[in-house]
């Protein structure tokens, strides 16, 4: 019996699937979920949450969030989440210089921190990208 994966942000269903595997990054460590699962409710890191349906895996950048289990369902509430096909590379490129040298001109705390946000997202959407990547050159 798979495991029903739903990543919802407030903009849209990013994805709702039928699945074998989900592996993801809790705040407190690597979390990987297989039917049968007991349920629990945990916080994400900003991450690539992977999965695996039929022989492949599959990588959603995940901007932190709420990750549900229960009853054979994993939901994942999170304000901004990307399959790895969707992420504009080049984007998340400039996201991350922007941000990089933004936080250089920055000296308040919640400033650098909210660089820190960003160049974090950008990391995880870069991640994403790659690791398809490498699952193209697998093939
Ligand atoms: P940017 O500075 O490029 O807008 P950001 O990290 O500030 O990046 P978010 O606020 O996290 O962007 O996201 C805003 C919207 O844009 C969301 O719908 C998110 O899914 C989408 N998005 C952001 N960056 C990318 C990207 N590189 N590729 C595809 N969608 C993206």
Known sequence: ????????????I??????????????DGELSILPGHEPLVTALTMDVLRYVAGKEDEFVAVMGGILEVKNGEVTVLSDAAEIDREIDHLRANEAKERALAEK?????????????????RAMARL????FREQRKRRR
């Open 1 to 12: 019996m798979p495991l029903t994966l739903r990543i919802i942000t407030p903009e849209r």
């Open 14 to 27: 990013v994805l709702e699937e039928q699945v074998d595997q989900v592996t993801a990054t809790a705040i």
């Open 104 to 120: 250089t001109q920055k000296t308040d705390k919640l400033d650098v921190y909210v660089t820190e946000m960003a160049i974090g």
């Open 127 to 130: 991640k994403a990208v790659e």
